[in-house]
Nanobody, 124 residues
């Protein structure tokens, strides 16, 4: 069974940091993009960051550039999201995802594997 398991969410004050991890199991995602999306209450799921597995290049949403960093460990089939200078507007459920179905995209519905999500809450 293919699974993506997130960890590392929690409650943090504005300006603080959190590191999210996502471990894949059941298959390797080598050669495919892995990334993070988030969904705040009452809002649509939105793209946050992704890494193209084979090249290592990364893509970040404008709202998190300069504050978030995505990285991956091929050997562990794991992707990380380092979140610094967190703001209350970063509060959301963060989802790990993998895109094996087609060309790279930041559109959530085009990604075919999803984790269960981890809550990140930033207090002001």
């Amino acid at each position: 069974q293919v699974q993506l398991a997130e960890s590392g969410g929690g409650l943090v004050q504005a300006g603080g940091s959190l590191r999210l991890s996502c471990a894949g199991s059941g298959r390797t995602f080598s050669g495919y993009p892995m990334g993070w999306f988030r969904q705040a209450p009452g809002k649509e799921r939105e793209f946050v960051a992704a890494t193209r597995w084979s090249s290592g290049s990364t893509v970040l949403a404008d709202s998190v550039k300069g504050r978030f960093t995505i990285s991956r460990d091929n050997a562990k089939n794991t992707v990380y999201l380092q979140m610094n200078s967190l703001k209350p507007e970063d509060t959301a459920v963060y989802y790990c995802a993998a895109n094996t179905a087609g060309p790279f995209t930041t559109t959530p519905r085009e990604w075919d594997y999803w984790g269960q999500g981890t809550q990140v809450t930033v207090s002001s």
